[in-house]
């Protein structure tokens, strides 16, 4: 079983910077996705870390201002958030799967952190 636990979460004015962790307890040759959920609405990808290249992608609608990273020898995954907008307001989730290709969907990530809070006010 591979347990994944978010943080970095809190309450930011739009512009500000955050930074996210989602600590995974065995990373090795996992593709580690970040999703967001804002209230009344599914669950969207944002962006993830694959394991084959260690390259990232991203949503359209994060990229250039969202940055994912990967330490394997930490077993920890980020999310730098930069030039916030209330629409990025959410929970945040990290979720973990054995991917070898890019995927931008919640069915092909097996395992799920809790999530953290993200607020973003105008």
């Known amino acids: 079983q591979v347990q994944l636990e978010e943080s970095g979460g809190g309450l930011v004015q739009a512009g500000d910077s955050l930074r996210l962790s989602c600590v995974v307890s065995?990373?090795?040759?996992?593709?580690v996705s970040w999703f967001r959920q804002a209230p009344g609405k599914e669950r969207e990808f944002v962006a993830a870390?694959?394991?084959?290249?260690?390259?990232?992608y991203y949503a359209d609608s994060v990229s250039g201002r969202f940055t994912s990273s990967r330490d394997d020898a930490k077993n920890v995954v980020y999310l730098q958030m930069n030039n916030l907008k209330p629409e990025d307001t959410g929970i945040y989730y990290c979720?973990?799967?054995?991917?070898?290709?890019?995927?931008?969907?919640?069915?092909?990530?097996?395992?799920w952190g809790p999530g953290t809070q993200v607020t973003v006010s105008s």
């Open positions: 979720a973990a799967g054995p991917l070898t290709w890019q995927s931008r969907s919640t069915d092909d990530f097996n395992y």
């Open positions: 870390s694959t394991w084959v290249t260690y390259s990232s």
């Open positions: 065995r990373l090795s040759s996992k593709t």
